[in-house]
């Protein structure tokens, strides 16, 4: 498992949500890359049960993710997805769609 993330091809920057051009340098051309894991920085439990949190790769980029099937407590090292279905125990769900027109 993996989430997809953004590269810039210039600075290598790494990004999320896509970009059209990179905050850091500008330019405007990127790769997709995948990254494995990343540490859960904070948690937030919703009323309705869902779980936020907010988890930091290993590049530095932060993202809010969902937790799904299990627990996960600040400075655990969580497994990412793009799967919203996904099984195997504890994992942070990055909605991500290749079909979205930027």
Known sequence: ?????QR?????ASLFPFRLFCPACGHSDF???DVDDAV???ATALADGTVLATVRCATGTRLIARILGGEASPGSRV?????P????GTVA????NREVKY
């Open 93 to 96: 769900y990055v909605p991500f």
């Open 1 to 5: 498992m993996s989430a997809t993330l």
């Open 79 to 83: 497994t990412l997805t793009n799967e």
């Open 31 to 33: 790769v997709e890359h």
């Open 40 to 42: 859960l920085e904070e």
């Open 8 to 12: 810039c091809d210039s600075c290598g």
């Open 85 to 88: 279905n996904a099984d195997g």
